[in-house]
């Protein structure tokens, strides 16, 4: 079966950097595009970023784009986002996506605060 796993959260100060991980398996990883989204308490889960099956093109939202970036093995079947500059407003649970589909990750947790 589809699962996806994030690893990587936790607690990071204002202009810290965090770098999360989403493992994959159950399906064919390279034939699919991946997407990592985020939910702040409160408010709608929203996608911050896409990537196509081969990486080969990335789109993120206006408030990360510039400071996040969105990358992918597909012979470890992962898809990584490298977040920098990091800002209290960055605050949510961070999910993996397998793209236009049901399937998501369980969710992992970025803070940022001093």
């Known amino acids: 079966q589809v699962q996806l796993v994030e690893s990587g959260g936790g607690l990071v100060q204002p202009g810290g950097s965090l770098r999360l991980s989403c493992a994959a398996s159950g399906f064919a990883f390279s034939a699919y595009a991946m997407s990592w989204y985020r939910q702040a308490p409160g408010k709608d889960r929203e996608l911050v970023a896409l990537i196509t099956n081969f990486g080969g093109s990335t789109d993120y939202s206006d408030a990360v784009r510039g400071r996040f970036t969105i990358s992918r093995d597909n012979v470890k079947n992962t898809v990584d986002l490298e977040m920098n500059n990091l800002r209290p407003e960055d605050t949510a649970v961070y999910f993996c996506?397998?793209?236009?589909?049901?399937?998501w990750g369980q969710g992992t947790q970025v803070t940022v605060s001093s």
């Open positions: 996506r397998r793209w236009a589909s049901d399937y």
